[in-house]
């Protein structure tokens, strides 16, 4: 955890708005089923207006859109090799949208990543093969 994190929440709590692929999929801006938020690539604007939504509704941290982009929802797509394109993009969106809503709001907003749950270890008694095949993969997220 970093300094500033560990500080800010010292504080008190911090409020965390998303919802990034449900309103996304509402828009028919994603496809539903695969939930891969190509959309950061495909309509930067749209992400970047809900970015703007869930700050003004009171949200500390700027999460940006980096849930379900994983390599095996990207193989699927067609997109292998994207992961980091479609995760930088999403960072950008949200550090650019955090930038301007300190300056708007006078005070500073933690941006953070997210990563997403896989279907690719069935097991969760088998630690060997987690760690061989799971955590690499949530490491690269």
């Known amino acids: 955890m970093t300094d500033r ?3 800010r929440l010292n504080q008190g709590p911090l409020v965390v708005a998303e919802g990034y692929v449900f309103e996304l999929e509402r828009a028919c801006l994603l496809q539903a089923g695969a939930f891969v938020p190509t959309t950061v690539l495909e309509h930067p604007q749209a992400v970047r207006h809900l970015t703007d939504r869930f700050i003004e ?3 500390d941290v700027v999460l940006s859109l980096t849930y379900y982009t994983n390599a095996d929802k990207l193989r ?3 997109m292998e090799g994207r992961l980091e394109e479609i995760n930088r993009a999403a960072l950008k969106i949200a550090v650019d949208a955090a930038t301007d809503a300190a300056a ?3 005070r500073p ?3 953070a990543g997210n990563i997403c749950n896989t279907y690719e270890f069935e097991d969760y008694r088998d630690v060997d ?3 061989r095949d799971v955590l ?3 490491r690269r997220q």
Request: glycine share 14%; charged share 30%.
């Open 129 to 131: 093969r987690y760690r």
């Open 136 to 138: 690499p993969g949530i």
């Open 5 to 7: 994190l560990r500080d």
């Open 109 to 111: 907003y933690l941006v």
């Open 76 to 78: 699927r797509l067609g």
């Open 104 to 106: 708007r709001h006078a």
């Open 57 to 59: 509704s009171g949200s």
